[in-house]
């Protein structure tokens, strides 16, 4: 039975103000995330609003009736934070004794892991204390419709995980946790206050070093920044993003566990799941499987370089005091100009969420981020760009054409022929190539000689052949490339890699569990 108490005509200005979903949970998009985090700070810290001002969980959790204590919560670190929001028996791991212990406590109480870390950037104390403030403030009628079906639920667990599931499965806990962990920084670095601070010391330092770039200071800001508010450096990156200061989406870059230098491109070029940077592993997957890539870097006309697929130009590709190739200061600054642009996707077999969430998260690779990131050469505007680039000003297409059409059918004529093309002895190249001076001799005067498709590739490096060339050498040597990983790796090095000395060649087989192409005689 009903009874009907009251009819009206319906007004779409008279819509709520802060609508809850069936479970409760409030609806936040994600354009309203800043105002719903000024609503926050309005209610419980209202300074932080008019003068950058770091927020303090102490104060915070009194002004809520709140408070915290720091608990290791589990062995093995998959939950960093919990909140109470009814008297109970709380556990506790307890690394003295390596059980779990129990205590009481009263609502309002918040545990905070000292070891765990939310995604091992995002994590600090700090922003694992207001996480668990944004759920009392937030989600506590959502709770207590719970406890109406579940009278044994007391807690909101969150996981060091992060992140939340495909958009098709979302739960409310999910949609809580994303609004908890959206809402956090955005608490502890307004929009406004945050704005300010960053260009208070991006002109200390422009002052500090007149002259330099942006993306050249960047880095120190990024840190200082972090530093005043409380956070995590990559909190503090991804804010800066948010703040309007692209620069940084290239600063505190690490791939395949090296640092990749600052690098910066036009604004609003990129989608945030977007790159120019990718691992050695996915360089060398993609110009194999790629069609599109693989065209491109079998023409000579790119080298991996810096964790980029880069214009082979000396504008673009020098060499450092030590000898090493590295991106030129002009490429770094201008890197949509010379360096092919790749998309980023998070594979679901390797990461416990979907990419939904991440499509917002491409910022974080940094030295200890755990996510495991695919990268998918893209076809785009951009990369066109760089590529009829690339065919304008890599002038070396006539001289390759010209060896090859001099070149002798025979592998060791053409082997010989191209010695002498690139200036090398046989001391030279035995030694560029940590192959025995006998064994050059043997493969340059007998035709029937048996060497290996390693020895060749060497020879390869060695001579800095460009691919088109190298692959016509193989081809009259009566070896041939494979479909194995191993080859595959071959073909990169002698696409993407063919500049580096052999030793650096042979570092990088060893990486992915290969043998050196050759040892030293």
């Not at 979302?170 to 956090?184: F, G, H, R």
């Not at 990129?270 to 790629?290: C, G, K, P, Y």
């Not at 450092?320 to 890197?335: E, K, S, V």
Request: glycine share 4%.
């Amino acid at each position: 039975d009903f009874t009907i108490f009251h009819i009206e005509e319906y007004n779409v200005r008279n819509h709520q103000q802060a609508p809850l979903s069936d479970s409760l949970v409030p609806i936040i998009k994600k354009e309203q995330l800043e105002n719903v985090a000024r609503g926050f700070l309005e209610q419980y810290y209202p300074e932080a609003l008019y003068t950058p001002t770091p927020i303090d969980p102490l104060v915070l959790t009194q002004r809520m009736g709140i408070s915290f204590q720091l608990k290791h919560i589990t062995p093995d670190l998959s939950t960093f934070g919990q909140i109470f929001f009814a008297d109970c028996e709380a556990e506790y791991y307890d690394k003295k004794s390596g059980s779990s212990k129990a205590i009481p406590v009263t609502k309002g109480t918040i545990f905070v892991d000292p070891d765990a870390y939310f995604l091992r950037t995002l994590g600090s104390v700090n922003n694992t204390i207001i996480h668990e403030c944004v759920h009392w403030d937030k989600h506590r009628k959502a709770f207590e419709l719970e406890r109406l079906y579940n009278e044994n639920a007391t807690q909101i667990k969150c996981l060091v995980v992060g992140g939340v599931k495909d958009a098709k499965v979302w739960t409310p806990t999910d949609w809580m946790e994303w609004q908890a962990n959206a809402l956090t920084p955005r608490i502890q670095m307004p929009f406004t206050q945050a704005k300010v601070k960053a260009a208070e010391l991006i002109g200390e330092y422009m002052r500090r070093y007149p002259g330099s770039a942006l993306i050249d200071i960047m880095e120190p800001v990024i840190d200082e920044l972090a530093l005043f508010f409380g956070v995590s450096r990559m909190a503090a990156k991804i804010r800066m993003v948010d703040l309007g200061y692209e620069e940084a989406i290239g600063t505190f870059t690490y791939i395949d566990g090296r640092y990749v230098k600052p690098h910066t491109f036009k604004k609003g070029e990129l989608e945030r799941n977007q790159t120019f940077s990718i691992s050695e592993r996915d360089a060398i997957v993609e110009s194999f499987m790629n069609p599109a890539l693989r065209e491109k870097v079998q023409s000579g006309r790119y080298l991996f370089v810096d964790s980029h697929i880069c214009m082979n130009h000396p504008k673009y590709i020098a060499a450092d005091d030590a000898g090493n190739l590295c991106l030129t200061q002009y490429a770094r600054h201008h890197i949509d100009e010379c360096c092919l642009l790749f998309t980023l996707s998070i594979p679901k077999s390797a990461n416990k969420y979907g990419q939904q969430f991440y499509r917002e998260c491409v910022l974080y690779r940094d030295a200890t981020s755990d996510i495991v990131f695919e990268a998918c050469f893209s076809d785009s505007k951009i990369s066109n760009d760089v590529d009829a680039r690339s065919k304008a000003i890599c002038d070396y297409t006539k001289e390759v054409a010209e060896v090859l059409q001099k070149m002798p059918g025979g592998f060791s004529g053409a082997l010989t022929s191209l010695m002498t093309w690139k200036g090398k002895t046989v001391e030279a190249l035995a030694s560029d190539s940590c192959l025995a001076p006998k064994t050059i001799q043997r493969m340059r005067n007998d035709e029937a000689y048996e060497t290996t498709i390693e020895s060749i590739v060497a020879i390869c490096v060695a001579l800095q052949l460009p691919p088109m060339i190298s692959h016509a050498l193989i081809s009259r040597s009566g070896c041939s490339l494979g479909m194995s990983e191993k080859h595959v790796a071959y073909q990169f090095i002698l696409t993407s890699f063919y500049t580096r000395p052999i030793y650096e060649c042979n570092e990088m087989l060893h990486r992915f569990g290969f043998e050196a192409l050759t040892k030293e005689p």
